[in-house]
C-alpha cells in the first residue's frame, strides 16, 4: 500500500467515525479492595507494606484526603459507581438496589461501555451477590476462591451443624475472624480473582476496543484471612492496638457503634471491650490482608505489563470505605467519623504531568466517576454529583474542593430514625443528625482536627465554637452543588 493510498484510508476511516484502534483510548483498570482505609505505606501509614501499591502511586498520585459517601458496602459502592451520593440513589442499606430509585442511569461501566469499551467484571464491584448487567459487555464474574482456609473451614461447619442442632439460624453464623492458612495465594479469594483478572487481559491483547477492566478484591474485609506468609512479614508487638475504649467525650450516644459486625463471629465477645490480645490479633490479620491484597493486586499489574498495556491504561485503586480498629472501642465501618469515612485512593494516568506525589486536596467518591470519563476523553456523564479532579493529577497542590459530604442512617430507639449527615473541611468535622421524617436536627458533632486529630472530643456545644458551628451548619445546608472546586 502506498503512502498516498494510505492516508486516504486513515481519512476515509475518521471520516466515518470509526476508532482504528483500542490503542487510541486508553484502558481502564478499575480496582476495588473492601474496608481498605488508607493502610498504606504511600499513604504514610508507618505499619503498612503495601509495595506493589506503592509502585503504582510512585507513577500516579495518592489522595490522603479522599472520603467516602456513606462508610458501608452497598450505598458507598452505589454512590461511587452511579455518580450520585446516597439521598439520590435511595441506598442507606444491603438490600436496596439503586434501579429502585434510578431505573435509567448510567454507571460508570455503563457509559464506558457506551462509548466504545469492552466493559467486564470480575470479583465484588457492586456489593455482595448484587449485580447490574446494563454496566458490563460481558455478564460479571463472582469469585470463586475460598473465604477461610483449612482450619477455619472446619470450624465453620461445625458451628453450622451446632447452630442447625440447636435450631438457631446457621446462616448467621460467620466462623473464625482471623485465620493464618499455611496455603497458596490462588486457594483465597484474593488470589483466584487475580489470576481470572490476569486471563481477561491476556485475552484482550490485539483487541480493537478498549477495555474496562474491573477487579474486585475482597481483603482487607473480614475474616481477616491471609496466607501465614502474609503475617510473618509483621511483628505484632509493634502494630498499634487502640488504649482506650471509651467513646468520644460529649458525642451522642447513638455516633458511635461498637462492631455488630465484628461480633458475630466466633469468640469474640458479644457486648463490651475486645480483649487486647484478640484486639492485637485483629489488627495483625487486618494488617496481613492488607499485604496479601496487595500482591495479588501486584499480580494484577505485572501483567498489564507483560501484555504490553502499561503505557495506555488508566489505573484506580480504592476502597469502599474505611475501617476503626478498636478507637473509642469502635470496630468495623458503619460511623461518620474519620476513620470510618475517610479511605484509600490511588490513581495513575499515562498521560498525567506530574507523578510519585501525593495530594491532601478533598475529594469524593462521587468524584471518581466524572475524573475518569474526563482523563479517557469521554462525554461529560449527564446527572453525576461529583467534578472531575483530574487537575490534582497534574498539579496535586492546587487550590481544590472546600469541603467533602459524607452521611449514615441510624435507628434512634428514643429519638426515632435518624440521619447523620457529615462535612468534613480542612480543619473541621461537623456533623448534623436529623430526624428523618422532619429534618430537625436533634444533636451536633464537631471536632477540630488541628487540635485533636483522633476526635476524641465533641466541642459542638462549647459556646467558644459557636461561630465555627452556624458557618459549617451553613455549609453543610449549602451542599455539594455550592462546593465546586476553583477553576
Same mark, same amino acid.
Given at each position: 500500500m502506498?503512502?498516498?493510498?494510505?492516508?486516504?484510508?486513515?481519512?476515509?476511516?475518521?471520516?466515518?467515525?470509526? +476508532?482504528?484502534t483500542?490503542?487510541?483510548?486508553?484502558?481502564?483498570?478499575?480496582?476495588?479492595?473492601?474496608?481498605?482505609?488508607?493502610?498504606?505505606?504511600?499513604?504514610?501509614?508507618?505499619?503498612?507494606?503495601?509495595?506493589?501499591?506503592?509502585?503504582?502511586?510512585a507513577?500516579?498520585?495518592?489522595?490522603? +484526603?479522599?472520603?467516602?459517601?456513606?462508610?458501608?458496602?452497598?450505598?458507598?459502592?452505589?454512590?461511587?459507581?452511579?455518580?450520585?451520593?446516597?439521598?439520590?440513589?435511595?441506598?442507606?442499606?444491603?438490600?436496596?438496589?439503586f434501579?429502585?430509585?434510578?431505573?435509567?442511569?448510567?454507571?460508570?461501566?455503563?457509559?464506558?461501555?457506551?462509548?466504545?469499551?469492552? @466493559?467486564h467484571?470480575v470479583?465484588?464491584?457492586?456489593?455482595?451477590?448484587?449485580?447490574?448487567?446494563?454496566?458490563?459487555?460481558?455478564?460479571?464474574?463472582?469469585?470463586k !476462591?475460598?473465604?477461610?482456609?483449612p482450619?477455619?473451614?472446619?470450624?465453620?461447619?461445625d458451628?453450622?451443624a451446632?447452630?442447625?442442632?440447636?435450631?438457631?439460624?446457621?446462616t448467621?453464623?460467620?466462623?473464625?475472624?482471623?485465620?493464618?492458612?499455611?496455603?497458596?495465594?490462588?486457594?483465597?479469594?484474593?488470589?483466584w480473582?487475580a489470576?481470572?483478572?490476569?486471563?481477561?487481559?491476556?485475552?484482550?491483547?490485539?483487541k @480493537?476496543?478498549?477495555?474496562?477492566? /474491573?477487579? !474486585?478484591? /475482597?481483603?482487607?474485609h473480614?475474616?481477616?484471612?491471609?496466607?501465614?506468609?502474609?503475617w !510473618?512479614?509483621?511483628?505484632?508487638?509493634?502494630?498499634?492496638?487502640?488504649?482506650?475504649?471509651?467513646?468520644?467525650?460529649?458525642?451522642?450516644?447513638?455516633?458511635?457503634?461498637?462492631?455488630?459486625?465484628?461480633r *458475630?463471629?466466633?469468640?469474640?465477645?458479644?457486648t463490651? *471491650?475486645?480483649?487486647?490480645?484478640? /484486639?492485637?490479633?485483629?489488627?495483625?490479620?487486618?494488617?496481613?490482608?492488607?499485604?496479601?491484597?496487595?500482591?495479588?493486586?501486584?499480580?494484577?499489574?505485572?501483567?498489564?505489563?507483560?501484555?504490553?498495556?502499561?503505557?495506555n491504561?488508566?489505573?484506580?485503586?480504592?476502597g469502599?470505605? !474505611?475501617?476503626?480498629?478498636?478507637?473509642?472501642?469502635?470496630?468495623?465501618k458503619?460511623? $461518620?467519623?474519620?476513620?470510618a469515612?475517610?479511605?484509600?485512593?490511588?490513581?495513575s494516568?499515562?498521560?498525567?504531568?506530574?507523578k510519585g506525589k501525593?495530594?491532601?486536596?478533598?475529594?469524593?467518591?462521587?468524584?471518581?466517576?466524572?475524573?475518569?470519563?474526563?482523563?479517557c476523553?469521554?462525554?461529560k456523564?449527564?446527572?453525576?454529583?461529583?467534578y472531575?479532579? /483530574?487537575?490534582?493529577l497534574?498539579?496535586?497542590?492546587?487550590?481544590w474542593?472546600?469541603?467533602?459530604?459524607?452521611?449514615?442512617? +441510624?435507628g434512634?430507639?428514643?429519638t426515632g430514625?435518624l440521619?447523620?449527615?457529615?462535612?468534613?473541611?480542612?480543619?473541621?468535622?461537623?456533623?448534623?443528625?436529623?430526624?428523618?421524617?422532619? *429534618?430537625?436536627?436533634?444533636?451536633?458533632e464537631?471536632y477540630?482536627?488541628?487540635?485533636?486529630? $483522633?476526635?476524641?472530643?465533641?466541642?459542638?456545644?462549647?459556646?467558644?465554637?459557636k @461561630?465555627?458551628?452556624?458557618?459549617?451548619?451553613?455549609?453543610?445546608? @449549602?451542599?455539594?452543588?455550592?462546593n465546586?472546586?476553583?477553576?
Open positions: 502506498t503512502r498516498r493510498t494510505l492516508s486516504l484510508v486513515l481519512l476515509l476511516t475518521l471520516a466515518s467515525g470509526l +476508532r482504528l483500542g490503542a487510541e483510548k486508553m484502558n481502564v483498570l478499575f480496582v476495588a479492595a473492601d474496608d481498605l482505609r488508607p493502610a498504606l505505606a504511600c499513604a504514610g501509614d508507618p505499619y503498612a507494606k503495601t509495595p506493589n501499591i506503592d509502585k503504582l502511586a507513577r500516579g498520585t495518592v489522595f490522603t +484526603r479522599a472520603y467516602c459517601q456513606q462508610a458501608v458496602c452497598s450505598p458507598s459502592r452505589s454512590s461511587l459507581l452511579t455518580g450520585r451520593r446516597p439521598d439520590t440513589t435511595k441506598v442507606y442499606d444491603l438490600v436496596t438496589h434501579r429502585k430509585a434510578l431505573p435509567d442511569v448510567v454507571t460508570l461501566p455503563q457509559h464506558f461501555k457506551t462509548n466504545g469499551y469492552h @466493559a467484571g470479583g465484588k464491584i457492586y456489593h455482595g451477590g448484587y449485580d447490574d448487567a446494563p454496566s458490563w459487555s460481558v455478564p460479571w464474574e463472582a469469585t !476462591g475460598k473465604n477461610f482456609g482450619d477455619g473451614q472446619k470450624v465453620l461447619a458451628l453450622k451446632k447452630a442447625k442442632a440447636a435450631k438457631e439460624d446457621e448467621r453464623v460467620r466462623g473464625l475472624p482471623f485465620e493464618a492458612p499455611d496455603v497458596a495465594d490462588d486457594y483465597l479469594n484474593d488470589g480473582t489470576n481470572r483478572a490476569i486471563e481477561i487481559l491476556k485475552a484482550r491483547k490485539g @480493537a476496543e478498549p477495555f474496562f477492566l /474491573a477487579v !474486585g478484591l /475482597a481483603k482487607p473480614l475474616p481477616f484471612v491471609a496466607p501465614k506468609k502474609y !510473618g512479614i509483621y511483628d505484632a508487638s509493634k502494630l498499634p492496638v487502640a488504649e482506650s475504649s471509651e467513646p468520644a467525650k460529649d458525642a451522642p450516644k447513638f455516633a458511635p457503634q461498637f462492631g455488630g459486625e465484628l *458475630a463471629y466466633h469468640d469474640i465477645p458479644k463490651g *471491650a475486645v480483649p487486647k490480645d484478640t /484486639a492485637r490479633k485483629l489488627v495483625h490479620g487486618y494488617y496481613a490482608a492488607v499485604s496479601y491484597m496487595d500482591a495479588q493486586l501486584g499480580k494484577v499489574l505485572d501483567a498489564l505489563k507483560e501484555q504490553g498495556f502499561a503505557d491504561t488508566v489505573v484506580i485503586l480504592w469502599d470505605h !474505611g475501617w476503626h480498629l478498636g478507637d473509642h472501642g469502635i470496630w468495623c458503619h460511623t $461518620n467519623y474519620e476513620l469515612t475517610r479511605a484509600a485512593l490511588v490513581m494516568a499515562p498521560n498525567q504531568k506530574v501525593s495530594t491532601d486536596g478533598l475529594v469524593e467518591f462521587v468524584d471518581i466517576y466524572p475524573t475518569l470519563a474526563d482523563v476523553g469521554l462525554p456523564p449527564d446527572g453525576v454529583e461529583g472531575s479532579f /483530574a487537575p490534582l497534574d498539579d496535586p497542590k492546587a487550590p474542593k472546600a469541603a467533602a459530604f459524607s452521611q449514615y442512617p +441510624r434512634g430507639k428514643d430514625p440521619m447523620g449527615y457529615a462535612v468534613r473541611t480542612d480543619r473541621f468535622r461537623y456533623v448534623e443528625w436529623r430526624k428523618r421524617d422532619t *429534618a430537625d436536627v436533634v444533636a451536633r464537631l477540630d482536627h488541628k487540635t485533636d486529630p $483522633n476526635e476524641d472530643t465533641n466541642v459542638a456545644t462549647d459556646p467558644a465554637n @461561630a465555627v458551628v452556624d458557618a459549617l451548619a451553613k455549609q453543610l445546608a @449549602a451542599g455539594w452543588k455550592n465546586a472546586p476553583p477553576k
